[in-house]
Every structure is written in structure tokens, then in C-alpha cells.
């Protein structure tokens, strides 16, 4: 079993949906939790960091951490095509080493 | 502008010629990273620097070497290139220090194959 887990996609919805992102992991010293977004070929933009269990809001995005289920989520209200990419959840332990997922790729078509 | 630029971006090369592809960064940040990237195995990092003269490895260092002689580069090095090696190559810098990267920016790409 991966650390990270993280269904590949594709998700496909349509405009205006809420979008819903998940990874699980294992490891159970995870504390610093990462969403990035990638556009195709293109490097990954931060989208999202959080701190121990919680919820973290920033305009469209929520991210959401459950460490007693070792489960993360991110979601996306009102989404756009321009939000069509590939969505990497990371952690790590306070190693400096973080661990990817491998990504979920998200369609969002008009 | 917040910037990290690598080169080349697209570099085809033979197994044993050594290489360096160049990583620099405009915001002073302390915390600086490479990683790869491959089909079905998500990035992984190769070794990390947190700051001048202090790097250290990541998960998977085997076939590369660093260097931070300077906070704004760190440069990735493969001695003697192998086409295992062949992968889409990320620089990443970030501040504040800490065990998460809370502002990260990651450079471009270097899509590297080695025959």
C-alpha cells in the first residue's frame, strides 16, 4: 500500500458543479498537508496548505483535514473549465520530504 | 514578478555524458528542492537545501548530486546519466522554513531523456 493514495481520474463534471478531491494516507505522523494544481505541462502551483486537522477556506477552495481517518479533501465550489487540470495532494511530517499523491485529473466542461 | 527558472527545458542526451541542469530563484528564499516527476508514480524528491552549504536527500538520490553555493541557485547534477534517469524534472523554492512548504513556487520543467 502507497502512503498517499489518490484516485487517478478523470473526474469529469459540468460548469458550476462542486468538486470533491480526496486522498488517504497511512502514515499517521502526517501533519502539513498540500493541494497543488497542474496545468498540463506546466510546474505545480500551491494551492492550498494546512496545519494539523481543520478546515482552510481561500475564495472557490476548502481544504479539509480529517487525521483521525487520515483523509483530505479539497473541494472546488462553482467551477470553471479554466479549474480543468491535475490536482496533487502532498504531506509531510515536518521532514522537509514531502509524499505525492499521483494526482487527480479534473475535467470541467461548459 | 516571484520566479523560478530552470535549464534547459528540454534536454536529449547519452548514457555517461554528464549534465547539470540549472535551477534559480528571485525571492531569497531559503528552502530550495528538486524533484521528478514520472507516469504513475507522482513527484518525488530528489534532494533538498535549506539553505547555503546544506543539502540533504530526499527520497530518491541515487545518480544525482546537489550543490547550494549560492541562496538564489541550486543547481542538479548527473555525473553519468542512465535512461532510468529519462523524467520530467522539477525545481521548487519556499518560504518560511518549515516541514511544510506554506509558499512554494516551482519552476517550469526540464523534460530530460537520456538514450
Known amino acids: 500500500q502507497k502512503e498517499v493514495e489518490q484516485d487517478p481520474g478523470p473526474l469529469s463534471v459540468p460548469e458550476g458543479a462542486i468538486v470533491s478531491l480526496n486522498c488517504t494516507y497511512s502514515n499517521s505522523a502526517f501533519q502539513y498537508f498540500m493541494w497543488y494544481r497542474q496545468y498540463s505541462r506546466k510546474g505545480p502551483e500551491l494551492l492550498m496548505y494546512t496545519y494539523s486537522s481543520g478546515n482552510k477556506e481561500d475564495g472557490r477552495f476548502t481544504a479539509q483535514v480529517d487525521k483521525s481517518s487520515k483523509y483530505i479533501s479539497l473541494f472546488i465550489r462553482d467551477s470553471q473549465p479554466s479549474d480543468s487540470a491535475t490536482y496533487l495532494c502532498?504531506?509531510?511530517?515536518?521532514?522537509?520530504?514531502?509524499?505525492f499523491g499521483r494526482g487527480t485529473s479534473l475535467i470541467v466542461h461548459p | 514578478e516571484a520566479q523560478v527558472t530552470q535549464n534547459p527545458r528540454y534536454l536529449i542526451t547519452v548514457t555517461g555524458k554528464k549534465l547539470t541542469v540549472t535551477c534559480s530563484q528571485n525571492?531569497?528564499?531559503?528552502?530550495m528542492s528538486w524533484y521528478r516527476q514520472d507516469p504513475g508514480l507522482g513527484l518525488r524528491q530528489i534532494y533538498y537545501?535549506?539553505?547555503?552549504?546544506?543539502?540533504d536527500k530526499g527520497d530518491v538520490p541515487e545518480g544525482y548530486k546537489v550543490s547550494r553555493k549560492e541562496k538564489r541557485n541550486f543547481p542538479l547534477i548527473l555525473e553519468s546519466p542512465s535512461p532510468n534517469q529519462t523524467s520530467l524534472y522539477f525545481c521548487?523554492?519556499?518560504?518560511?522554513?518549515?516541514?511544510?512548504?506554506?509558499?512554494?513556487?516551482f519552476g517550469p520543467g526540464t523534460r530530460l531523456l537520456v538514450l
Open positions: 525571492m531569497n528564499h531559503e528552502y
Open positions: 537545501s535549506m539553505n547555503v552549504e546544506v543539502t
Open positions: 502532498a504531506m509531510s511530517a515536518g521532514s522537509y520530504i514531502p509524499t
Open positions: 521548487a523554492s519556499s518560504s518560511p522554513l518549515a516541514g511544510g512548504q506554506e509558499t512554494q513556487y
